[in-house]
């Protein structure tokens, strides 16, 4: 059935989650419409650094100081989604000495709070950094949970009255009269998918407004509408470590570059990153080569490093924008402000705005900037409370620690749990008994993972971004099993083989680049447990006719993930012990 809203927001990142949020606590009614998980394009693919500013002190200083003013509002607002960490911007000897006085002047004229270090207090702070780091700069980086911030944006815009529409990718931009009227979705329909309406069906959103918060794909959008969105994604690569190397964020204190910040994050440090401009955000190069190159260059901070377990490597793409006629030729030399695009104005095509450009971190300024907008173009007088009030899992932070004590939460598991449900703990941990863990390498419980389950539906992957099941050292070879297990209590059998296989590649492919040393031998055990012992490669409840089990005794010639691992490394020796092997 078509609906009549005041506002579309199309795009599930921090920006269109931060728009939907703003305008349904205004009193707006508003849908957002995604073609994924929320967080499913650049937002879920970023290596969750809450910046302080300090990365643009010499080159942007406006996006600095934007930084570090959203920095200070999301530790209030959304505490239960950001780990201070603290940040050091680190000088090793071939470094210049002239750029990092460059960037300590520039942070105390952005009002970054800064300290000047010495290598042996650096190095008190993060043991494992190199020798011969001479000093660093200390200021307020931190670590954030985009997929969690994201979940929480969504959810208290759902609470104020907004529709949420995932796994509905817009087909058409509606415009009629020379204006733009709506979006047409398709509802996706497909293994492990959440079902808000009915599969395979299409509807017609007709607003006043539509926000086109997409990112690197606003020019898809604004291509339906018939107008131009110069975007210019730049693909870069982030590597996952098995282990938290560092426990503070480290940045390499020289000019622009690739492979310049390591970020830990929850269990795992992340790699960054590379830089390169590419033509469709949906199709380009996954090339080993960065991988390599952001692990041998980080070892020069962190030699650990050389060593240490790759997990896997994924890759997201900025959503970069340069107006007309700039000319810029390197991506590094784009601005990472934001650009509102008023489309009425620009294109003389009212009915819609698009908003580019930006940081995660800056999510909440933009999306009140663009929500102010709106506001304005219908004709709406309210005002933003977002900076003010918490979102969801943070409304009262002394109320986390007497839910710690009410329930116990003194093991690593529950405390895990109350940190990532934040002031829910109580209401989500009272539901189940008994509530075994599901995840050990993340410590998630069957009480998380149903409680994702009731926002996520069967789609494992979004109760995986929600928990953090699954994306610990064995990558879901110990545990995908049992999360899709906690679907058949609603879910009917074939959904629930659907959504583990769809968990389980999600899985697999960010490892295809890290099969080296352990981590192959943990991609051959992973592949073992799946394909051989559960036999998920040729499993009767999935095949036609009779069986030939004698072909199992040949070797397994099903191409399950995994299976092209070739027989290098030892698979009993993989595990998830947090082992480190340098042979790659």
Known sequence: MDQQVDVVVVGGGSTGCGVVRDLARRGLDAVLVEKGNLTHGTTGRMHGLLHSGGRYAVSDQKSARECIEENEVLREIAGHCVEETGGLFVKRPEDSEEYFQEKLEGCRACDIPVEVIDGEEARRREPYLARDVEKAIALPDAAVDPFRLCVANAADARDHGARIETHAPVTDVLVEGGEVVGVEVEHETGPGKRIHREPGATEEI?????????????????????????????????????????????????????????????????????????????????????????????????????????????????????????????????????FLLDHGDRDDLPGMTTIVGGKLTTYRMMAESISDHVCDALGR?????????????????????????????????ARRSGQRLGSRAGDVLDEWDPNPVVCECEGVTRAEVQDAIGDAGSDLNAVRLRTRASMGNCQGGFCSHRIAAELAQEYPEPVVRDAEDELYQERWKGQRHALWGRQLSQAMLNHMLHATTMNRDGDPANLDGEVDFGAFDAGDEGGAPGSDAGEGGDAGTAATDGGTDGDR
């Open 381 to 413: 007088d309210a005002t933003c409370d977002t900076a003010d009030a918490p979102l969801p899992g943070s409304e009262d932070p002394a109320r986390m620690e007497d839910l710690m004590d009410e329930f116990g939460l003194r093991s690593p598991v």
């Open 206 to 338: 007709r607003a006043r407004h539509v926000v086109n918060a997409t990112g690197a794909w606003a020019g898809n959008v604004g291509e339906m509408a018939g107008v131009d969105v110069e975007v210019r994604p730049s693909k870069g690569v982030m590597t996952v470590m098995n282990t938290r190397q560092v426990d503070t964020v480290i940045n390499r204190c020289r000019p622009k570059g690739d492979a310049d910040i390591i970020v830990p994050h929850e269990t795992a440090c992340i790699l960054g990153t590379t830089d390169e401009e590419v033509s469709d955000p949906e199709d380009y190069p996954e090339e080993e080569w960065e991988v390599d190159l952001v692990i041998e260059t980080l070892s020069e901070l962190v030699p650990a490093l050389k060593d240490a377990r790759t997990l896997r490597s994924f890759w997201g793409v900025r959503p970069l924008y340069e107006p007309p006629g700039t000319g810029t030729e390197d991506p590094t030399d784009i601005t990472r402000d934001y």
